[in-house]
């Protein structure tokens, strides 16, 4: 069995006392906490390394942790084991005498799977098993570098981030029941789900950059309502792969939504907007481009004209009107659904292909044919276009890239049983 240390929990009695600890005299941070009502717990995390510690505070008296701290007094309560699969584990110990607290693993916290061991197999230790369904959270805790390079024949493809926003779950899973999408994308006090947004860099003939993600021009009341977390972003990410923002030849519009387009224009000191890029044409669909310039009272909210107004005025802008070919090895294919226009971009060299699936398939879990956000305008039109998509990249070997995924920039689709999953690359 593999596993690996995930988290010690320590029952605390005085939270004040122990922060003056942990997070003062130490000197760790400390993040916000996590209340966990069916254990009547407050968890608050601190990340050492790939670890944590859990500073676990009872919220009643009723509380296991109460108890324990009545009990025992404050101090280490338990370790947590991650593990690939907790049902092998399980049987495995079983097969082997040890006293299980959970005989079968159950479902605990933000999806994940889990079984404690009891303590008396265990040395005197209270030891948990977790399996989780959801990626290590810690990439948007703690945001840091997330840029990935992908060699694809003669070209190259660089993974960027700019940060994360958040989004209603709801406009985000279309008809999935809450019970089901909460799982894997847990939900904020405010019903929101955490997306990442990753444009891609295309280096061939010509440096491309396929979206831009949201940009800097949101106010603070924009920032409130996306949650937006722009402590590492495509400025920082473009720093980190060692490109300027003059380097860049061509940028490519999936479509025009400000999520995906919000960082074609920025500010300048004097207040007026200018293209971010500023060597480069920028590639548009002429059908979003006409959506965009004529806004209706269903589509206003996701087209702010900042964000390419100023690309006509300043010359830069070229309509396409097909799925052409826009640098060598790269090619638009217009999938509809998400909008009239909305475009994936494949790409292919050497023999390799990978795809940008923009908001066709905006996460990994969205490879799931019938998770369509609501947002999307044609929801028909994306359940045919992602049929097709998947089984192209299934049967192709396709690298496929997932703009809104806060954990896997890209992976292979794979299919099992007549499901659909991703395996990231
Ligand atoms: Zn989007």
Redesign the pocket.
């Given at each position: 069995m593999k596993a690996v240390l995930d988290h010690i929990g320590i029952a605390v009695k005085d939270l004040s006392a122990a922060l003056a600890f942990y997070r003062d005299a130490l000197g760790l941070e400390v993040e916000a906490p996590e209340e966990v009502t069916s254990q009547r717990v407050r968890a608050h995390f601190v990340p050492v390394g790939e670890s944590k510690l859990e500073l676990l505070e009872a919220t009643t008296s009723e509380s296991s942790i109460a108890r324990y701290v009545d009990k025992r007094g404050p101090g280490l309560h338990h370790i947590t084991l991650r593990v690939d699969d907790i049902d092998a584990a399980v049987a495995q110990l079983r097969s082997r005498g040890v006293r299980m607290i959970d005989e079968q693993p159950r479902p605990g916290a933000e999806g994940s799977t889990i079984a404690f061991i009891h303590p008396s197999s265990a040395h005197g230790v209270l030891v948990e098993l977790k399996q989780s369904t959801i990626p290590n959270q810690s990439a948007i805790r703690n945001p840091q570098s997330t840029i990935q390079r992908f060699p694809l024949g003669e070209l190259e493809l660089i993974s960027l981030s700019d940060g994360f926003l958040r989004m209603d779950g709801g406009w985000m899973f279309g008809i999935v029941p809450k019970a089901q999408w909460s799982v894997v994308a847990p939900a904020d006090d405010r019903n929101r789900v955490t997306?990442g947004m990753r444009p891609l860099i295309v280096r061939g003939a010509r440096t491309m950059i396929i979206d831009a993600g949201l940009g800097r021009k949101g106010d603070a009341s924009f920032d409130d309502t996306y949650g937006v977390d722009h402590r590492y972003d495509l400025d920082r990410a473009m720093a980190d792969a060692r490109l300027a923002a003059e380097d860049i030849d061509i940028v490519l519009a999936s479509h025009l939504?400000f999520?995906?387009a919000g960082g074609f224009t920025v500010r300048d000191a004097s207040g007026r907007l200018r293209p971010r890029f500023p060597r480069a044409q920028y590639i548009v669909r002429r059908g979003e481009w006409e959506d965009a310039t004529h806004v209706n009272s269903q589509n206003a909210a996701r087209y702010q004209a900042d964000n390419y107004k100023p690309l006509a005025e300043a010359g830069v802008l070229q309509l396409v009107d097909d799925d052409v070919t826009i640098m060598p090895g790269v090619r638009v294919k217009r999938t509809g659904g998400h909008s009239t226009h909305h475009q994936v971009v494949m790409i292919e060299s050497g023999g390799k292909s990978a795809a940008f699936a923009?908001?066709l398939i905006?996460t990994t879990v969205h490879v799931t044919e019938s998770w369509i956000p609501a947002l999307d305008l044609y929801p028909m039109d994306t359940l045919a276009a992602k049929r097709a998509f998947n089984e192209d990249a299934v049967a192709r070997e396709v690298l496929v890239f997932f703009?809104?995924d806060p954990f896997v920039a890209a992976g292979y689709i794979r299919e099992e049983d007549g499901n659909r999953r991703v395996m990231p690359a």
């Amino acid at each position: 069995m593999k596993a690996v240390l995930d988290h010690i929990g320590i029952a605390v009695k005085d939270l004040s006392a122990a922060l003056a600890f942990y997070r003062d005299a130490l000197g760790l941070e400390v993040e916000a906490p996590e209340e966990v009502t069916s254990q009547r717990v407050r968890a608050h995390f601190v990340p050492v390394g790939e670890s944590k510690l859990e500073l676990l505070e009872a919220t009643t008296s009723e509380s296991s942790i109460a108890r324990y701290v009545d009990k025992r007094g404050p101090g280490l309560h338990h370790i947590t084991l991650r593990v690939d699969d907790i049902d092998a584990a399980v049987a495995q110990l079983r097969s082997r005498g040890v006293r299980m607290i959970d005989e079968q693993p159950r479902p605990g916290a933000e999806g994940s799977t889990i079984a404690f061991i009891h303590p008396s197999s265990a040395h005197g230790v209270l030891v948990e098993l977790k399996q989780s369904t959801i990626p290590n959270q810690s990439a948007i805790r703690n945001p840091q570098s997330t840029i990935q390079r992908f060699p694809l024949g003669e070209l190259e493809l660089i993974s960027l981030s700019d940060g994360f926003l958040r989004m209603d779950g709801g406009w985000m899973f279309g008809i999935v029941p809450k019970a089901q999408w909460s799982v894997v994308a847990p939900a904020d006090d405010r019903n929101r789900v955490t997306l990442g947004m990753r444009p891609l860099i295309v280096r061939g003939a010509r440096t491309m950059i396929i979206d831009a993600g949201l940009g800097r021009k949101g106010d603070a009341s924009f920032d409130d309502t996306y949650g937006v977390d722009h402590r590492y972003d495509l400025d920082r990410a473009m720093a980190d792969a060692r490109l300027a923002a003059e380097d860049i030849d061509i940028v490519l519009a999936s479509h025009l939504d400000f999520d995906h387009a919000g960082g074609f224009t920025v500010r300048d000191a004097s207040g007026r907007l200018r293209p971010r890029f500023p060597r480069a044409q920028y590639i548009v669909r002429r059908g979003e481009w006409e959506d965009a310039t004529h806004v209706n009272s269903q589509n206003a909210a996701r087209y702010q004209a900042d964000n390419y107004k100023p690309l006509a005025e300043a010359g830069v802008l070229q309509l396409v009107d097909d799925d052409v070919t826009i640098m060598p090895g790269v090619r638009v294919k217009r999938t509809g659904g998400h909008s009239t226009h909305h475009q994936v971009v494949m790409i292919e060299s050497g023999g390799k292909s990978a795809a940008f699936a923009a908001d066709l398939i905006p996460t990994t879990v969205h490879v799931t044919e019938s998770w369509i956000p609501a947002l999307d305008l044609y929801p028909m039109d994306t359940l045919a276009a992602k049929r097709a998509f998947n089984e192209d990249a299934v049967a192709r070997e396709v690298l496929v890239f997932f703009y809104h995924d806060p954990f896997v920039a890209a992976g292979y689709i794979r299919e099992e049983d007549g499901n659909r999953r991703v395996m990231p690359a």
